[in-house]
Structure formats: structure tokens, C-alpha cells
């Protein structure tokens, strides 16, 4: 874990990582230690927790995760942090999308069977995250998540999760780095890093899938990258459809984001050197 590009080395949060670093506007960059993007917290040590308060003086949690994930496996209280609790999923519809309806209705697990189950329905599809994004839920959710961000005086962390801090995250971390004006290939770069962060995992389920259903595994592969780690067709298609809705990421951070040239202005100056 300590060689991965970005990792802030916790021990017991997966796929835990900072955008520090990255290129955005004005051939600026992505200030170190501020945005913290991660798996559930619930697992970290209590050394985990410690560098979160003591190095990172960690302020802000934004938590993705529907109420069942959210009970199930609560975020650690944590001294002198605000939790927020975002809804992505409106867990009451019936009339979800795959990877919606299957995290409402079973939570995240990484139980192997679980995962392949999930890959034989390719439940994160291509159209996973427009499932995700473009509701009413979604779409206040991440406006949210762009007002808590605008809270931080420039000398404290934001971490935002969801369980696997992959697709919720994901979309999180995308579209913060591109209001932060980074180019659309550096922010979906940090999102397919998430396929490092569990290449361990990946491997697992790939090798169980091959014991245990032979025929099925070398086609269920790359649903079982897309379920356990993160598929790029699946985000560029949600970047796609911003454009096509909105005409631009531009648009869509100004629009239904709430980012007007004040707050954009004011969240650069926050988060770039």
C-alpha cells in the first residue's frame, strides 16, 4: 500500500488516497492533505485515526452511503470532525437502476460470491453511475458536497467515502477535480486508480470465480473488475452524458451544482497551489 501513487497509509481503510498533487487550473495544482478520498472508516485502527486527526487535522467527513450501510457499519467518532451524512440513493424508489438497487437493497460486500453474483448481473454497467448521479437525490447530494467543501479554511482535511470508496467516491472525486479545473483525463486518471488500490481483490474474486464457476469466469472477468474495482467506459459515459445534457462540465457545475464563478473562484483558492 505505501508504493500506491497518493496513499495517505491507512491500515485498515481501503482504498484510501488524497488528490493532492494532481494538475488543474492555471497550471496550478492540487494542494497536499486537504481531499482524502476513501473506503468506509469503520475498519480503520485506532492509529489510522490518529494520522487522520494529527497529520491530516481531518474536519469534514462526507458519507455517500445509503442509512443501511451507514447503521451497519458506522463511521468512527472522531475529535473535531463533522460528519455529513450525503444520500446518493434514495433507498425508497422502485424503479432503481442495477448498482443502486443492489446496494439499497444488500449494502456493500466483498465477500467473493457476493461479488460474482453482482459481475453475472453486471450490475455496474456503463450506465451505473448516470443511475447514480442523475437523480434528485444525486444531483443534491454532490451539491452538498460542494457546499461542505467551500467550509474549509485552507488548513484542515475533507475526507469524503461511501463503503468501497470507489463509485459514489468516485463520482465525488471527479467532479471536484474537474471544478477544480483539472483536465478531464487527469480526473478520471485518479478515479481508474482505484484498480491499483484492489488489485488484491480483484485477483481474489477472479481466482474464485475460476474455481467455482469454470465455464462463466473468463467472460465474468471484466464485470468482476467493474464490480470490485472500477471500469473507465462506465464514468466516461456519465461525463458523456453531462455533455450532453448540459452542454458542458462547465454547465453542469454552474447548473444543477450550484457553482457559480464566485464559489468556483473561492473553492480553487481553497484547495490549488
Known amino acids: 500500500m505505501s508504493q500506491l501513487p497518493r496513499s495517505i497509509h491507512l491500515t485498515g481503510v481501503t482504498n484510501a488516497r488524497e488528490l493532492g498533487g494532481i494538475p488543474a487550473a492555471g497550471g496550478?495544482?492540487?494542494?497536499?492533505?486537504?481531499l482524502l478520498r476513501t473506503g468506509a472508516l469503520c475498519d480503520g485502527t485506532a492509529d489510522d485515526l490518529r494520522r487522520l486527526e494529527q497529520v491530516y487535522h481531518l474536519a469534514w467527513v462526507a458519507d455517500f452511503r445509503t442509512l443501511k450501510e451507514a447503521m451497519a457499519r458506522p463511521d468512527p467518532p472522531s475529535h473535531g470532525t463533522s460528519f455529513y451524512h450525503l444520500l446518493v440513493i434514495d433507498e425508497s424508489r422502485s424503479d432503481m437502476g442495477a448498482a443502486t438497487g443492489s446496494v439499497a437493497s444488500h449494502g456493500w460486500s466483498v465477500d467473493s460470491e457476493a461479488m460474482v453474483g453482482m459481475a453475472r448481473r453486471n450490475v455496474f454497467g456503463p450506465e451505473a453511475y448516470c443511475d447514480l448521479l442523475f437523480t434528485a437525490w444525486g444531483l443534491e447530494a454532490y451539491r452538498a458536497f460542494f457546499d461542505l467543501a467551500l467550509k474549509n479554511d485552507g488548513e484542515h482535511a475533507l475526507l469524503f467515502h461511501c463503503s468501497a470508496g470507489k463509485d459514489r467516491?468516485?463520482?465525488?472525486?471527479?467532479?471536484?477535480?474537474?471544478a477544480l479545473g483539472a483536465e478531464r483525463e487527469a480526473?478520471?486518471?485518479d478515479y481508474v486508480l482505484t484498480n491499483e488500490y484492489v488489485a488484491h481483490d480483484i485477483a481474489r474474486v477472479e481466482e474464485y470465480a475460476r474455481t467455482h464457476y469454470p465455464q462463466e469466469a473468463e467472460?465474468?472477468?471484466?464485470?468482476?473488475?467493474a464490480t470490485v474495482g472500477v471500469a473507465q467506459v462506465t464514468m466516461d459515459r456519465m461525463?458523456?452524458?453531462?455533455?450532453?445534457r448540459y452542454g458542458s462540465m462547465d454547465a453542469f457545475l454552474a447548473g444543477p451544482m450550484g457553482l457559480n464563478s464566485r464559489k468556483l473562484d473561492q473553492l480553487r483558492a481553497i484547495y490549488l497551489e
Open 169 to 178: 467516491t468516485g463520482i465525488g472525486g471527479v467532479l471536484l477535480l474537474s
Open 239 to 244: 461525463l458523456d452524458e453531462i455533455d450532453a
Open 28 to 34: 496550478r495544482k492540487v494542494r497536499n492533505g486537504l
Open 219 to 225: 467472460a465474468l472477468s471484466p464485470a468482476i473488475r
Open 187 to 189: 480526473a478520471v486518471a
